[in-house]
């Protein structure tokens, strides 16, 4: 059929042409957001799940629901390595000029304008103009001290917004990058915010394990927010996520091809993308087959291989890839840190500092103590298909 008219593109983050499934987190986003900005309290939210789940497209789509509400919002990517005076300057400048914008906001926001000034001096965070003779103010979050300073910052952007009674919502993702000193200091300045009534909000997403690491910055990390697991669509869900575009795409789809794709892509949607997009290319007719589903298979399975999954795989060591290549042989879903150790021919304590390191790349999560399973779905898979005939290196001395 025609490429042009083929409706799925997956992508990073990109909006899928039917968002299914994920109607009672958009209908809890929009709760928190009109009781925040009627001046209600409410927690703010972080989206959990797996590589491939629909977290980033989540988010944007409440970012755009913050934005038709009147909210001054900026969605936040976390990369790694990065400190979060720097990642987070520009963002809160960038909401400052925006509050500026409305007429009669005067002095909190000059305030808030020279709190900025301030902490972007401490921290050594460059930053352009934020207001005609905007100077630094002593006292106002300039100790040096991350949790105080970013708390005093929240808490004058959060009394500007007030002030102009305007309503402010931060969407970070990637959020399990943030390392746990700096996690805490970002939770702290949640929770003094929400302690005052501010108009202020943040929802963010992150891979499972970010729920262990909020509750090891700050142990109120359970009450200061609303934790939603992101999972794979059900099957109607799914299935109305395939169905859909490919019917307003004047093609059709018989019942038999619609269960096989599901059941390929295990209900991921970004899996449903990709599969969605390469049987589209292989159906001739606008009628799409079980054929054309089986057809599509190797070539969806070859896409992800090269894209979804090889640039993850790239990013690993030697013996990183050792470690999650001889996880991937005890089979799907969580296995034990011994056992993974025992198909090393190591000790536990031998392997530790690989385990720590591909937890901290986003590569494994720790579902429970001593457990370790995959954060991208099907990757078992990726890996008996990239190193086909593993070897364990033979056991080294524990003298």
């Not at 790694?80 to 925006?98: D, G, H, S, V, W």
């Not at 499972?208 to 697991?229: N, V």
Request: include cysteine; charged fraction near 25%.
């Amino acid at each position: 059929m025609d490429a042009a008219k083929n409706p799925f593109a997956p992508g990073a983050g990109t909006q899928p042409p039917e968002l299914t499934g994920r109607t009672e987190n958009l209908e809890r986003a929009r709760i928190v957001l009109e009781r925040i900005k009627r001046g209600y309290s409410d927690r703010s939210t972080l989206l959990i799940g797996l590589r491939g789940v629909g977290k980033t497209v989540l988010l944007n789509r409440i970012h755009k629901m913050a934005t038709e509400r009147g909210y001054y919002g900026v969605l936040i990517e976390s990369p790694e390595e990065n400190q979060l005076a720097e990642l987070l300057t520009p963002y809160l400048r960038q909401i400052l000029l925006q509050l500026d914008l409305i007429e009669g906001v005067k002095e909190k926001l000059r305030n808030a304008m020279a709190a900025l000034r301030s902490f972007a001096s401490t921290f050594k965070v460059e930053i352009g103009d934020i207001g005609i003779g905007v100077t630094p103010t002593v006292g106002a979050a300039d100790s040096g001290i991350l949790d105080k300073d970013l708390t005093d910052l929240f808490v004058s952007i959060g009394e500007a917004a007030k002030e102009s009674s305007a309503s402010v919502a931060l969407f970070i993702d990637e959020l399990q990058y943030v390392d746990q000193k700096q996690l805490s200091a970002l939770l702290a300045g949640i929770h003094r915010v929400g302690q005052l009534n501010l108009l202020f909000v943040v929802f963010g997403a992150g891979l499972p394990q970010l729920a262990g690491l909020t509750g090891k910055a700050k142990s109120y990390a359970e009450r200061l927010f609303e934790f939603q697991t992101i999972g794979p669509l059900k099957e109607a869900d799914a299935k109305e996520a395939v169905k859909g575009p490919i019917e307003r795409a004047g093609a059709s789809i018989d019942t038999g091809a619609l269960s096989a794709l599901v059941a390929a892509t295990e209900g991921y949607p970004y899996f449903l993308q990709e599969w969605g997009l390469h049987t589209w290319s292989c159906a001739p007719n606008p009628r799409i087959t079980l054929t054309d589903v089986k057809n599509a298979n190797n070539a969806a399975i070859a896409a992800l291989d090269q894209s979804f999954f090889r640039v993850r795989f790239d990013r690993l060591t030697k013996t990183e890839k050792e470690y999650l290549r001889a996880m991937s042989d005890l089979g799907r879903g969580a296995h034990r840190s011994s056992e993974i150790a025992t198909r090393l021919n190591r000790s536990i304590e031998q392997v530790a500092p690989t385990r720590a390191n591909v937890i901290a790349k986003g590569m494994i999560f720790s579902p429970s103590y001593g457990d370790n399973d995959f954060t991208v779905p099907k990757f078992d898979e990726y890996m008996r298909r990239t190193i086909p005939n593993f070897i364990p290196r033979p056991p080294v001395s524990r003298n």
